[in-house]
């Protein structure tokens, strides 16, 4: 489903990212952990050119999306992401937020839109809220419109960038049943990370990204209970 | 307050006056509002030449040019630049035309900056959340971004359209009669100072206590939908 080769991103004369191999099959869902400023979002970011890499090469559904000719709005209609700080639009219902992009793209009319959307606010369980603003919802209210949001495009591809980061503690549990439904479901998801119990729960596999490479990856058993190399370990003992 | 009323008379009705007050008045809304909607239009236009430096991430012609421009108009005196347009651009014709030209483009400067930073305040996480959404820029711009940017940005417009009413007082430079030259030629034809000057002071604080109020109404309304 993913293909990346020899990824490279710099800012200016900060090299990110220094050269990211890996591959992600349909279907799986592969946790994304690391120290910060290792270059994990930054990774995630290229897979739907939020970031321009400046090097590499990303073949998505079999499509080359670093060549000039590639229709990149196209692009981001299979690839949907979840934000950190859910980047939900203010100044639009909760519903609005989830139809604006399928009826503004003509992709459905707004009835079709609409039902689509209700079903999935049914899914993640704030179909109440329907007609309600952002910001009377709370953050685990607000991180699964999001996550609802970017489903009603029928993503082939879910980008996960630090979803549970900016919530309260204990809005962390119900983002994160979202996202496990979603990997059971058979989403091929990329999830940027600081929850280990989530990566080790829900994961097929784990790249630990350090000084942007992938320093380690594996099943969650391998990398969690025998990491092979010492950064590994010591970031691991750091956060476990 | 008979001797007052009394002087009232004589300097605003006799002779009708008061007639130039009127006539001044309107020459300084009639202009006034032309020129912010001068204002208005080129500032949106330079406002989107300045922000094709944001989309690409390095100076550009069309930024370049905006830049200088807005540069140049705000670091000269608006009496200069109305000088300039009426006796070197229009050779000493048309002094409505100049003078709505002349403000529109001084007013322009700062509408632009108004509007780009409005839309600079809208959090760049927005526009990344419309382009994952597969939206292109223009959409994003459209849907997303514009509509959360008009709350910054309506209060300030209406600022500058305060502060071009109070600026246009100047006109009298190109001997045009707006408010404040009608003043001024009430005390020379009636050697009075206090009721002429004093009388347009209270007519330019009417018109933009007006305004500000106004501005204050609409400013609570955008708001409300914040708070819901």
Redesign the interface.
Known sequence: MIDVRGLKKSFGNLEVLKGVDTHVEKGECVCIIGPSGSGKSTFLRCL?L?EEPTGGDIVIDGERVLVKDCNI??L??K???V?Q?F?????LTILDNLI??PV??KLMTEDEAKEKAMQLLERVGVADKAD??P??LSGGQKQRVAIA??LT?SPKIMLFDEPTSALDPEMVGEVLEVMKQLAKDGMTMLVVTHEMGFAREAADRVLFIDEGIIAEEGTPEELFSSPKRERTKSFLSKVL | MASFIEEFKFVFIEGKRYAYIMNGLKVTIGVSLAAVLVGVALGLLLAIMKMTEVRKGKKTVLSVFAGIYIDVIRGTPSVLQLLIMYFLVFKSQMGIAAAVLSFGINSSAYVAEIIRAGIMAVDNGQMEAGRSLGLSYGLTMRYIIIPQAIKNILPALGNEFILLIKETSILGYIAIYDLTKAANYITTRTYRLFLPLIGSAVIYYAITKLLSMLMARLERRLRESDRR
């Open positions: 739907n939020l709005d196209g981001r209609l690839v949907g992401m934000f700080h980047n939900l639009f203010p100044h604006l992009a503004k793209l309600c603003y910001a009377m949001r970017a495009l």
